[in-house]
């Protein structure tokens, strides 16, 4: 089992130079292949939603559908950095559902952090988290939870007034004591900046080689997400087509009698029709 890491390690990897990789996880099965593979940070993001929930964004998660996917997570590798994303509604309402919410991702869920998305809005959400015992990372760029207010899935930070905002948010929210910082759908060079003014970990879904780690999630990486793909992603093979064509081979083995075969089947007695006495 690997040594689980703490938000020091994280912090730690960043003054040493070395690159973070987080990858989202939603159940146990892939938790486990996911931390095999030496992945420091597993993130049960809120796409979880969209990706296994079925919903077409974001903001329907419940706390409760994360709390089950996250314990499943931390069940799957137990010996993993695991991150719990905060849905939309569990953390706006004020500091004590925050802290409420915030919470049941460490006790229900065995969560090491939480993540939350926002800028200058969400500080003293985060100060109160983190004085209440919840390690807290944040989430600027694109911010899926409040995608339709910003024009919809597109890159933020592309005029200076708006670049010069969010690196006063990573500022603010380094500040209120955020332990790392995840940064969507930006230009990689607002990224580099970013990832220079502040102390704590950038880690960039989208948002260039500059950030000290990066972020995907797991079924674009795998090539099994199929509806929408961002242009940032690259999928590192097509699990899709491989999946479908193995599903469609069990089906017409079973429809011609093909599966199970011997080999995948269990022997009795020959005579054992007769020894159950039926003719
Ligand atoms: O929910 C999620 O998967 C995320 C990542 C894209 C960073 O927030």
Known sequence: MQKRKTVLDILTMKKAGEKITMLTAYDAAMSALLASADVDVLLVGDSLGMVVLGYDSTVPVTMDEMIHHASAVRRGAPGAFVVGDMPFGSYQTGIRDAIINGGRFLK?????????????????????????????????????????????????????????????????????????????????????????????????????VHCDGQVLVTHDLLGMFEKFIPGFVKSYCKLAPIIKEAVADYSREVRNGEFPDKEHSFSSQSNLRELLGLS
């Open 108 to 208: 229900e869920a065995g969560c090491d952090a939480v993540k939350l998305e926002g800028g200058l809005e969400v500080c003293d959400v985060v100060t109160a988290l983190v004085q209440a015992g919840v390690s807290v990372m944040g989430h600027i760029g694109l911010t899926p939870q409040t995608a339709t207010q910003l024009g919809g899935y597109k890159v933020q930070g592309r005029d200076v007034e708006s670049a010069k905002k969010m690196v006063v948010e990573a500022q603010a929210l380094e500040k209120a004591g955020v332990f790392a910082i995840v940064m969507e759908c930006i230009p990689d060079e607002l990224g580099r900046i970013i990832s220079e003014e502040i102390a704590i970990p950038t880690i960039g879904i989208g948002a260039g």
